[in-house]
């Protein structure tokens, strides 16, 4: 499986961004696709979920009623609408996925930046 995310880029906080990822290979086994984060000199962090098969989504506490997970199953893509941008939102986003009977992510995107500007 490979991930290949995209729609990074530098904005202004109270801005809204949209990054993309797109997976291709042996997606068959997909169970759930997420988003991570990791701020410089900070671990990564989950951001955002969604489940496969039911669209049921789950986020961090610091992103809840700000970001939306969605995804397309006909593209084998995951998206991360993010409203409200704030300057602690900057990191390198990476998109995962997880597959059916995996215990986490085992597949993991190159991440994108996404720089906001206070």
């Known amino acids: 499986v490979q991930l290949q995310a995209s729609g990074g880029g530098l904005v202004q906080a109270g801005d809204s961004l949209r990054v993309s990822c797109a997976a291709s290979g042996r997606t068959f086994g997909m169970n759930a696709m997420g988003w991570f984060r990791q701020a410089p000199g900070q671990e990564r962090e989950f951001v955002a979920g969604?489940?496969?098969?039911?669209?049921?989504?789950a986020y961090a506490d610091s992103v809840q009623g700000r970001f939306t997970i969605s995804r397309d199953n006909a593209k084998n893509a995951v998206y991360l609408q993010m409203n409200s941008l704030k300057s602690e939102d900057t990191a390198v986003y990476y998109c995962?996925?997880?597959?059916?009977?995996?215990?986490?992510?085992?597949?993991w995107g190159q991440g994108t930046l996404v720089t906001v500007s206070s």
């Open positions: 995962a996925l997880r597959e059916i009977g995996a215990p986490g992510y085992n597949y």
């Open positions: 969604i489940s496969w098969r039911t669209s049921i989504a």
